[in-house]
């Protein structure tokens, strides 16, 4: 079905005959000329890639102190969020210690120009045929430094401290001010030109925030001021969060923070990539972005019990924009709602302490709704994978000679490149045929992938890279009865067969484990996400058309058949009528029931946090425990967090990345 009516074709393709008479000779050759693109293109298919840009400045030493190098590079803007971190997907472009990275962009910007203009033809293995590839600049990504570097614009510490609007420092770090623009930049631009005494064009310089250096980036077609968004990294983990936990620590009391130090002992950190220090108030001082990630995802229930009601309502909104800026999806929808959220924040750091406000990177908050709207999620512009790229950079200038660094680690980059290219499976030439299969094999083992892309042997013998999805890991026994599968509960371990006295309920709809009695256990599975599932881990799962929650207790295979199953006990969501019912950090309730569910292991989708919903029951007792100082075992007295075992009520962390 057509959607318009065939009457309306004539509309639809530009005016018809009879509508010509008003119409110049210039404007008819205009709507009758091809599209450029078509032309460039010869015939050809047409493949348009936008891409990202990418600079940075690192250090070119091993302890990535002094010997400062400026780096670009640039990645592919659609790519798939589990390839657009990887470090074959990330292209080197040019580095060097002598000049900065505005004097080496003159010929990356006429390439890049090149690329958007003219196109570049290549070859498709997929389509099997030449392709013209056009690949306009998206956006620029960068830390807030190098961003108002590339906009000409004078730096945070300027009274004009936004690059992407023009507030001032007398100016309501709650709103936004008046966008700049390109147009608008240009203009500014010749005013300070035009003026006759440098002392002149100093104040206009001052009143515009901006200079008038030479930057061939604004010679590309994108209005740089609307394409360097804000990043998460620089602005959220080492802007807010770095600065209110350091407020916080310096309020604490040494008790409060051996409770804490207690608290992150007892949590459970398998749903996430590492673990907090127990000496986080010791030595947060030295956290990196990987540290604050972590410390924004439990903050809300590690630090509650510490915070005064206007804390309480700043550390909540924060943690509300960190799951909006870490999310997967992101809607034109969601505009208004993180808007009204960073407003609300920046609001609640004003009632609690307004010389907060004096940070920038608090400001730069409230435009990372419309750039999130404008590129997606922040995963699309983040720069942690960038940031890792850095590191094999560096390495392959601390292997170098130090003689022509920037030409060494560019030869390299290039050979590597080169080397990908030809064991890809295709060569340049539509009739060339595909490199051998040994070839291809080689180039795919663990050592050869290392060598290409620095990637450690330890990330490439980890078991999500090796086990499939519901494969079952760490065997316990063979030949087990299912009955006398060992269970661990509140009141304490016991067998299958005797948790019917214990008041808990079997639940299974297959008949393969009703009906077997021997079976090989296993204490861990592979999720969806192939990540790894121990015993006692919180789950969710799918075994119906709605995502259940639970604690997986044991995994076995019936010796009768082949497939892998699961033993979770079940949780219930606790609901006010058809509303659920959530705690003081928005977190929805969870019940512990004594209902163990066999589901298969393929409908497990991935661990999740869940905390136990702590009362006044749930205590800290002194204890003592050994710690090594200088090979000797020297007691040391601690606290360590009881849990009212009575008490089965959890919550369900959202803050939790693979929640959000």
């Not at 030493?61 to 997907?89: I, Q, Y």
């Not at 419309?370 to 590129?375: G, H, I, K, L, T």
């Not at 050979?415 to 094999?441: H, K, M, N, P, W």
């Amino acid at each position: 079905t057509l959607p318009f009516q065939m009457e309306d074709v004539g509309t639809l393709r530009g005016p018809t005959l009879n509508d010509t008479e008003d119409i110049t000779e210039g404007e008819w050759l205009t709507w009758i000329a091809p599209n450029p693109i078509k032309v460039l293109a010869h015939g050809l298919p047409v493949v348009v890639v936008p891409v990202v840009v990418y600079s940075d400045d690192t250090s070119g030493n091993r302890s990535k102190k002094w010997n400062k190098f400026d780096l670009w590079s640039m990645l592919l803007a659609g790519l798939p969020r589990v390839e657009n971190s990887r470090h074959e997907n990330i292209h080197f472009i040019c580095c060097s210690n002598q000049a900065s990275a505005i004097e080496m962009a003159d010929p990356i910007v006429d390439d890049l120009l090149k690329l958007e203009t003219e196109g570049l033809v290549t070859y498709d293995a997929r389509l099997g045929q030449k392709v013209l590839v056009i690949a306009p600049v998206l956006c620029v990504i960068c830390d807030n430094p190098r961003a108002s570097e590339i906009t000409n614009h004078t730096g945070s510490s300027a009274r004009r401290y936004c690059r992407m609007c023009q507030c001032d420092k007398n100016h309501d770090p709650c709103k936004v001010g008046a966008e700049r623009s390109k147009d608008r930049f240009l203009q500014q631009l010749g005013i300070i030109q035009q003026q006759p005494t440098e002392c002149a064009r100093k104040e206009k310089r001052t009143k515009y925030g901006l200079h008038e250096k030479y930057n061939p980036f604004f010679r590309l077609p994108i209005d740089l001021f609307k394409s360097t968004p804000v990043e998460c990294l620089h602005t959220i983990l080492l802007g807010p969060y770095k600065y209110l936990l350091a407020d916080l620590m310096n309020q604490l009391s040494p008790r409060a923070k051996e409770e804490i130090s207690a608290w992150i002992a007892d949590f459970k950190f398998s749903a996430f990539p590492s673990r907090l220090s127990t000496s986080i108030c010791r030595y947060y001082g030295s956290f990196q972005g990987r540290d604050y990630k972590l410390l924004a995802q439990i903050a809300p229930f590690l630090l509650w019990d510490y915070l005064n009601p206007l804390q309480k309502d700043v550390w909540l909104t924060l943690s509300k924009i960190f799951k909006m800026a870490y999310c997967d999806v992101f809607r034109p929808d969601d505009l208004e709602e993180a808007e009204r959220t960073c407003k609300e924040f920046l609001i609640a750091v004003r009632n609690y302490n307004p010389e907060l406000l004096q940070k920038p990177k608090f400001h730069y908050l409230l435009h990372l709704p419309r750039n999130m709207c404008d590129f997606g999620p922040s995963a699309a512009f983040n720069t942690e994978r960038c940031e890792s790229f850095n590191g094999l950079m560096r390495s392959y200038n601390i292997h170098g000679n130090r003689k022509a660094c920037s030409r060494d680690i560019a030869t390299k980059f290039a050979i590597i490149e080169q080397v990908r290219f030809l064991c890809s499976g295709r060569s340049g030439d539509a009739a060339a045929s595909s490199c051998g299969e040994g070839l291809q094999r080689l180039v795919e083992t663990k050592e050869i992938q290392n060598w290409l892309s620095g990637t450690p042997m330890q990330t490439l013998n980890q078991d999500k890279a090796i086990y499939q999805p519901g494969a079952l890991r760490k065997d316990l026994h063979h030949g087990c009865r299912i009955s006398e599968a060992i269970i661990s509960t509140l009141e304490g371990v016991y067998s299958i067969r005797t948790l019917a006295s214990k008041g808990y309920l079997l639940c299974s709809s297959y008949d393969d484990v009703t009906t077997a009695t021997v079976a090989s256990l296993y204490t861990a599975v592979m999720d969806s996400k192939g990540c790894m599932a121990n015993s006692e881990d919180y789950v969710a799962f799918k075994d119906s058309e709605e995502v259940e929650y639970g604690q997986l207790k044991a995994c076995f295979t019936p010796t009768s058949t082949n497939n892998n199953y699961c033993i979770v006990q079940l949780f219930e969501k606790a609901t006010d009528g058809n509303q659920p019912i959530v705690n003081e950090q928005n977190c929805p309730l969870l019940l512990l029931l004594k209902v163990l569910k066999v589901v298969p292991s393929h409908s497990i989708q991935s661990v999740v946090s869940v905390i136990h919903q702590c009362g006044s029951s749930c205590k800290f007792e002194a204890c003592k425990y050994s710690r090594k100082v200088e090979r000797e075992d020297v007691q040391i007295d601690g606290l360590i967090l009881k849990h009212d075992l009575t008490n089965t009520m959890f919550c369900l962390n959202i803050y939790c990345m693979k929640c959000v």
